[in-house]
């Protein structure tokens, strides 16, 4: 206990980041509307250029990546974390440390839908898809496992492409309980291939871009606005 203390005081950040994983800031990757031309300004060209800073921060949540994004492609990092407790390799029969992977990267995998289908959607790699992904992870199934696995489960190391909290890429090799890889997303491996279930990643459809003419964003934005004053009738009726 005396040696947690001495770290919180030497280097808190650096103990955070060990206990719960880099500090993924996501607002430094996203263009902010001065950046992306937009304006209190009246004009013509002004509000083609806002409505088409909508249309990109909705891609941004939705979809992922497009203008609003500094990032090309979804946001969001992967780490491994160190958990302090011991499996055992499947390889040597040694006990090593085990580790947790997290991907909080979108990966359009939406609740009940991709896994009923099995299938991830590649058109919704957004923030908003992202967050109810997380919260359907919350399974607590998960917490009754962790204590029918016993005190040594069975491990493997693999090797994982990274994002650290700069969004640099890269790979890092960790020892994960079978149990654990066993429940991954196949697209998250480097092949497309879950190396304990067999599993592919299949992918619903590909994704679409948005047409650079402005009279098309702005009868897109508009019809957007319309379903979306739809939708709020329709869940106020009483």
Do not use: H
Not at 28 to 51: H, K, L, V, Y
Not at 119 to 141: C, H
Not at 191 to 204: F, Q, S
Request: proline fraction near 7%.
């Amino acid at each position: 206990m005396s040696n947690f203390f001495k770290e919180v005081t030497a280097d808190l950040s650096g103990l955070e980041a060990k206990l719960i994983g880099p500090d993924y800031k996501y607002f430094n990757f996203i263009n902010t509307p001065e950046q992306m031309g937009m304006s209190a300004d009246g004009s013509i060209g002004a509000i083609e250029s806002d409505i088409a800073g909508l249309i990109a921060y909705v891609e941004l949540l939705v979809e992922g990546g497009g203008e609003a994004s500094q990032v090309p492609g979804p946001l969001g990092d992967k780490f491994f974390l160190e958990t302090g407790a011991k499996c055992k390799d499947i390889a040597t029969n040694n006990l090593v440390t085990r580790s947790l992977y997290i991907n909080n990267v979108p990966d359009g995998n939406i609740p009940f839908i991709s896994s009923g289908m099995g299938v991830n959607f590649t058109t919704f790699e957004g923030l908003v898809p992202g967050v109810m992904g997380n919260l359907a992870n919350l399974n607590p199934m998960k917490i009754f496992q962790a204590f029918m696995i016993g005190s040594e489960p069975s491990c493997q190391s693999i090797t994982m492409p990274t994002i650290d909290a700069n969004n640099n890429p890269g790979s890092q090799s960790a020892y994960v309980i079978n149990a654990d890889i066993a429940a991954m997303n196949p697209g998250w491996f480097p092949n497309n291939t879950n190396p304990i279930t067999g599993a592919t990643r299949r992918e619903a459809f590909s994704k679409a871009k948005f047409p650079d003419d402005p009279f098309v964003k702005i009868y897109y934005s508009m019809l957007g606005l319309l379903l979306l004053y739809i939708f709020l009738k329709m869940f106020r009726r009483k």
